[in-house]
């Protein structure tokens, strides 16, 4: 996984398993009033309604990744192991 990503251990109720799932997206932090996730594609209005519908944000930052880390990601995420390594 990429290093370089910082994940806030506050944001990870945010998001059901079911939406990370249906938007392949994980949220990593809140940053100047944003949620930012990161996500292989930029989201569609769609997916921006339901996302205002679930965490309350309107304004999101995107970190686009590759397949590859996005599953490495989504698979840490769903089992908690995402934010167990953090301090």
Same mark, same amino acid.
């Given at each position: 996984? !990429?290093?370089?990503?910082?994940? $806030?251990?506050?944001?990870?109720? @945010?998001?059901? #398993?079911?939406?990370?799932?249906? %938007?392949?997206?994980?949220?990593?932090?809140?940053?100047?009033?944003?949620?930012?996730?990161? !996500?292989?594609?930029?989201?569609? $209005?769609?997916?921006?309604?339901? @996302?205002?519908? #679930?965490?309350?944000?309107?304004? %999101?930052?995107?970190?686009?990744?590759?397949?590859?880390?996005?599953?490495?990601?989504?698979?840490?995420?769903?089992?908690?192991?995402?934010?167990?390594?953090?301090?």
């Amino acid at each position: 996984m !990429a290093s370089s990503l910082s994940f $806030d251990p506050g944001v990870k109720e @945010l998001l059901t #398993h079911d939406v990370v799932d249906k %938007y392949r997206i994980i949220p990593m932090q809140v940053r100047k009033g944003k949620l930012c996730l990161i !996500a292989q594609r930029p989201l569609t $209005d769609e997916a921006l309604l339901d @996302l205002k519908h #679930h965490t309350g944000f309107e304004d %999101y930052e995107l970190q686009l990744v590759g397949d590859d880390v996005l599953v490495a990601y989504i698979d840490s995420y769903k089992t908690g192991k995402l934010f167990s390594f953090l301090p």
